[in-house]
């Protein structure tokens, strides 16, 4: 009979709190259909930068901007490595958007995904230059606009130019001869 009682008494301790708090938790708010719509124009390409890219850090930099009526914006980073957060939020801070028929200012999410390839010579990866790609406009889970932008750079890596093999040549008219210079 304990046991039975103690089983109810556990069942009702741990039931109507959960019931309570399922009453009490906010519903996300729905975004009224005349508040308007947020619309990138001009996207400030975001920079890779030589640190990051010699430490071979990547992943995603999430940006979440306020614009408001009148285009002015206010950004801020939800998550992203510490060493890629400020070019992605550079970049969100001067890239232009566009807010149509809005009566309160409304949210944007730039998703910035930087990215290493290893298509060429790593040794060269400094000077090969960087690749961005903007997709066009989608939704995110919770129905705001967004855009995904993907920053790719090519790998790099410490090399020793001494190492480097070169293949020395000699002139045609010095081959019979014994002193001569050879050219690189």
């Known amino acids: 009979m304990k046991y039975t009682a103690r089983r109810a008494l556990l069942f009702v301790a741990i039931a109507v709190p959960v019931c309570s708090l399922a ?10 259909a005349t508040k308007g719509e947020v619309v990138l124009s001009s996207l400030s390409k975001p920079t890779f930068s030589p640190l ?3 430490a071979n850090v990547e992943g995603e930099v999430i940006v979440d901007v306020t614009v408001r ?8 980073v939800v998550k992203g490595h510490p060493l890629l957060k400020q070019a992605a939020l550079d970049s ?10 809005c009566s309160a200012p409304l949210s944007y999410t730039l998703v910035c995904a930087f990215k290493r390839t290893s298509e060429g010579n790593c ?3 400094m000077g090969t230059p960087v690749k961005v790609e903007q997709e066009p406009q989608s939704f995110d889970e919770r129905g705001r606009p967004q855009t995904l932008v993907t920053i790719s750079a090519e790998k790099i890596c ?5 190492f480097t093999v ?12 014994w002193k001569c210079s050879t050219q690189g």
Do not use: I, M, W
């Open 69 to 76: 009526q009148d285009g002015s914006t206010e950004a801020t």
């Open 23 to 32: 009453q009490q938790t906010p519903r996300p708010v729905q975004p009224d």
């Open 166 to 177: 070169t293949k020395k040549v000699r002139s045609l008219k010095c081959l019979y001869l």
């Open 92 to 101: 969100a801070r001067q890239s232009r958007f566009e807010c149509r028929a």
């Open 123 to 125: 040794c060269n990866g």
């Open 158 to 162: 410490l090399c020793d130019p001494s």
């Open 52 to 54: 990051a890219r010699q």
